[in-house]
């Protein structure tokens, strides 16, 4: 079952900062954070794994609160490149395929 | 350029032909995974490989579809006897499978266009 994200869409002015959440009714080794533009590849963000370990983005953290499987995105001060749609992706075992969200649309605007 | 590359970028074919898709890896990474995405949705997990093994097939995977990794590089996706429903992107990911490190790398998918 997918991982359901919201808010679906948010519009956002530069600098403005956005929460972006995924929850999931499965029980979760990992959470990944992508970011895809149209037309191209998503791109890495972020993984929380199970027990706190994360890695990613400087300029993007990400919280994951294993006992309610939640994850959110924190986008800080945003920028216009950060436009796009942001996909939570769970994995329930280690290096194991994910299971995408719907996604959420960022746009910023000047 | 050292990413996930997939080839071709662009498929158009008629229904009931058959078409396959390439993708290579990043090179030291040994798990690759088939992905396809439709407009508006998030990407829907097909079938993946560590190495040249194949080790779990999505249930949505009809017979059409097969995936090979032969020497546990490159990949191969075939679908047979297209049909118009199988329109989509197709995404190849790659990953370095070591236990800690399990963060995956998209390439730039395969769009295909059934008519």
């Known amino acids: 079952q997918q991982p359901v994200q919201s808010p679906q869409a948010v519009i956002l002015r530069e600098g403005e900062d956005a929460v972006i959440n995924c929850s999931s009714s499965?029980?979760?080794?990992?959470v990944h954070w992508y970011r895809q533009k149209h037309g191209e590849a998503p791109v890495f963000l972020m993984i929380l794994l199970k027990g706190g370990e994360q890695k990613g983005h400087d300029k993007i953290s990400a919280s994951f609160n294993e006992k309610k499987q939640q994850s959110s995105l924190y986008l800080t001060a945003s920028q216009l490149s950060y436009s796009g749609t942001y996909f939570c992706g769970t994995g329930r075992q280690a290096g194991n395929m994910l299971t995408f969200g719907g996604g959420t649309r960022l746009m910023v605007k000047p | 350029d050292t990413g996930v590359s997939q080839n071709p970028r662009h498929k158009i074919t008629k229904r009931g032909q058959n078409v396959t898709f390439r993708c290579d890896p990043i090179s030291e990474h040994n798990r690759l995974y088939w992905y396809r995405q439709t407009l508006g949705q998030g990407p829907e997990f097909l079938t993946y490989f560590q190495n040249e093994a194949q080790l779990e097939k999505s249930r949505l995977l009809s017979d059409r579809f097969s995936a090979e990794r032969p020497k546990g590089s490159f990949s191969t996706l075939e679908i047979q006897r297209t049909e118009q429903g199988d329109s989509a992107m197709y995404l190849c990911?790659?990953?370095?499978?070591?236990?800690?490190?399990?963060?995956?790398?998209f390439g730039q998918g395969t769009r295909l266009t059934v008519v």
């Open positions: 499965k029980a979760l080794y990992s």
């Open positions: 990911a790659s990953s370095l499978w070591d236990r800690l490190h399990t963060e995956a790398f």
